[in-house]
């Protein structure tokens, strides 16, 4: 085979914004240097970042090498952590199977049959919960490499939030609801989950409100430390935002693990529901509140939604995103 970082063209890269010393980030340096230190390490995980090409390769090979070797969390599985997802044509074709001996640079190889056609489109997902230091791709010694197809919509959908928003519980990199949702629509996108760090910091408000975006989705809830701390951020972080992007669609989703016996949850669908509704009030008409207990059903299986009360499992994400798909499909629809 031959080999061809991802860093070369027409390979293209989506979904982070510099390298800088070896390490992808999904935040610029000179915010990097502003937030918290565990915004800091989370901007290191390339979440939501996709490597995508065109290739007549009847055979592809991936290597790559991760970051950090181990799990943390007990919420968070190997392939999630540390592992690529693959899809050829749309398909799901695979994670990461195994290592090489030196135990520090994984190997993937397709072997589905899905490499089928004269000309294949490819997307590779990078981990969730990781970074990366380098990966190449292989294909066949008379095969080449092209550039993509373009996005339907290039103008990019921005996600900020928690783990949830991160992606933490997927089964793989492909599995979170923000990338089955951008999937779908074949739309460009960011993800700025940061778990356990999503807390509305004004250097990440600011970053957010000088992004041309075609919609913004606000998924702050669960790392705002208590109910009286989300109601003086939430609406302070959109109003930021507001103010620079006077016309930009906003998405407000409050928490999906809903609890109806919990006051607290009340108190703090309340809160994100309060910023949409002094929006409607203000004569906003590019907002659009998605209410998180509907994200999981209303049956007794929707308790099989996360893998610990809290972080969705792949059925959650699957429910998230079959409500979520739709809203943003005729936002875009009318732009």
Same mark, same amino acid.
């Given at each position: 085979?031959?080999?061809?970082?991802?860093?070369?063209?027409?390979? +293209?890269? !989506?979904?982070?914004?510099?390298?800088?010393?070896?390490?992808?980030?999904?935040?610029?340096?000179?915010?990097?240097? =502003?937030?918290?230190? #565990?915004?800091?390490?989370?901007?290191? @995980?390339?979440? +939501?970042?996709?490597?995508?090409?065109?290739?007549?390769?009847?055979?592809?090979?991936?290597r790559y090498r991760p970051l950090n070797q181990g799990v943390d969390g007990f919420a968070i599985s190997r392939a999630g952590k540390s592992m690529i997802a693959v899809y050829i044509n749309g398909c799901f074709d695979g994670v990461t199977i195994k290592g090489h001996s030196e135990k520090t640079t994984f190997r993937y190889e397709s072997k589905h049959g899905l490499l089928d056609r004269?000309?294949?489109? &490819?997307?590779?997902?990078?981990?969730?919960?990781?970074?990366?230091?380098?990966?190449?791709? #292989?294909?066949?010694?008379?095969?080449?490499?092209?550039? *993509?197809?373009?996005?339907?919509?290039?103008? *990019?959908?921005?996600?900020?939030?928690?783990?949830?928003?991160?992606?933490?519980?997927?089964? !793989? *990199?492909?599995?979170?609801?923000?990338?089955?949702?951008?999937?779908?629509?074949?739309?460009?996108?960011?993800?700025?989950?940061?778990? #356990?760090?999503?807390?509305?910091?004004?250097?990440?408000?600011?970053?957010? /409100?000088?992004?041309?975006?075609?919609?913004?989705?606000?998924?702050? $809830?669960?790392?705002?430390?208590?109910?009286?701390?989300?109601?003086?951020? !939430?609406?302070?972080?959109?109003?930021?935002? %507001?103010?620079?992007?006077?016309? =930009?669609? &906003?998405?407000?989703?409050?928490?999906?693990?809903?609890?109806?016996?919990?006051?607290?949850?009340?108190?703090?669908?309340?809160?994100?529901?309060?910023?949409?509704? @002094? /929006?409607?009030?203000?004569?906003?008409?590019?907002?659009?509140?998605?209410?998180?207990?509907?994200?999981?059903?209303?049956? /007794?299986?929707?308790?099989?939604?996360?893998? $610990?009360?809290? !972080?969705?499992? $792949?059925?959650?994400?699957? %429910?998230?995103?079959?409500?979520?798909? *739709?809203?943003?499909?005729?936002?875009?629809?009318?732009?």
């Amino acid at each position: 085979m031959k080999w061809q970082n991802i860093e070369e063209k027409p390979i +293209s890269i !989506h979904g982070l914004a510099i390298k800088e010393n070896g390490v992808y980030f999904r935040l610029p340096m000179d915010v990097i240097d =502003t937030v918290s230190p #565990g915004v800091s390490q989370m901007a290191r @995980n390339t979440a +939501s970042a996709r490597v995508r090409f065109r290739t007549d390769s009847k055979s592809l090979e991936i290597r790559y090498r991760p970051l950090n070797q181990g799990v943390d969390g007990f919420a968070i599985s190997r392939a999630g952590k540390s592992m690529i997802a693959v899809y050829i044509n749309g398909c799901f074709d695979g994670v990461t199977i195994k290592g090489h001996s030196e135990k520090t640079t994984f190997r993937y190889e397709s072997k589905h049959g899905l490499l089928d056609r004269d000309i294949n489109d &490819v997307v590779i997902y990078m981990p969730i919960d990781n970074g990366l230091e380098f990966m190449e791709i #292989g294909i066949d010694d008379d095969a080449r490499i092209m550039a *993509p197809f373009g996005y339907t919509y290039e103008k *990019p959908i921005v996600f900020y939030g928690s783990s949830i928003t991160q992606g933490l519980a997927a089964s !793989h *990199p492909g599995r979170p609801y923000v990338d089955q949702v951008c999937r779908k629509l074949d739309t460009e996108y960011y993800n700025l989950g940061f778990s #356990g760090n999503c807390k509305a910091e004004k250097s990440i408000s600011d970053y957010i /409100a000088k992004q041309d975006m075609s919609i913004f989705v606000y998924d702050y $809830d669960h790392n705002a430390p208590s109910a009286e701390y989300l109601r003086e951020t !939430h609406e302070a972080l959109f109003l930021n935002f %507001r103010e620079k992007n006077p016309d =930009t669609p &906003v998405v407000f989703i409050s928490r999906p693990d809903f609890y109806k016996n919990l006051p607290d949850d009340h108190e703090r669908r309340n809160i994100v529901r309060a910023t949409y509704e @002094n /929006a409607l009030a203000r004569g906003d008409k590019n907002v659009t509140f998605i209410d998180g207990e509907s994200l999981f059903g209303y049956e /007794a299986d929707r308790y099989e939604c996360t893998v $610990d009360g809290v !972080h969705p499992n $792949d059925l959650g994400f699957e %429910r998230m995103s079959a409500v979520i798909y *739709p809203v943003l499909k005729e936002i875009l629809k009318k732009r």
